[in-house]
Nanobody, 127 residues
Framework: QVQLVESGGGLAQARGSLRLSCAAS?????????MSWFRQAPGNEREFVAS????????YYGDSVKGRFTISRDNAKNTVALQMNSLKPEDTAVYYC???????????????????WGQGTQVTVSS
């Protein structure tokens, strides 16, 4: 089992920045997991935000955040981060950290690709 705990959410102004962090713990080696971020706004489905591969040298982003958000990981510390810049009010959502045990870096936007989820952290962007 893997436990994921997000932190860093809060209130930001439009065009501002926030940095989210996710700490992983448990039996499975962190470096064997694909790590991703999703978000969910009220009344909406869970939306893919970003993924990073096992070694951290390949990333993939949803169209709505491309060029503004950056995902990174530190395998020595078992953490993954999401740096969010140029925030917009439509970025307001609960942000979830997710981990996948699959051994291929594809189907990353599918919720069903993930084996573990955090509880989420609220991000609110005011205009």
């Amino acid at each position: 089992q893997v436990q994921l705990v997000e932190s860093g959410g809060g209130l930001a102004q439009a065009r501002g920045s926030l940095r989210l962090s996710c700490a992983a713990s448990g039996r499975i080696g962190f470096s064997t997991l694909i790590m991703s971020w999703f978000r969910q706004a009220p009344g909406n489905e869970r939306e893919f935000v970003a993924s990073i591969n096992w070694s951290g040298d390949i990333t993939y982003y949803g169209d709505s955040v491309k060029g503004r958000f950056t995902i990174s990981r530190d395998n020595a510390k078992n953490t993954v981060a999401l740096q969010m810049n140029s925030l917009k009010p439509e970025d307001t959502a609960v942000y979830y950290c997710a981990a996948s045990e699959q051994n291929f870096f594809s189907h990353l936007a599918r919720v069903t690709s993930y084996d573990y989820w955090g509880q989420g952290t609220q991000v609110t962007v005011s205009s």
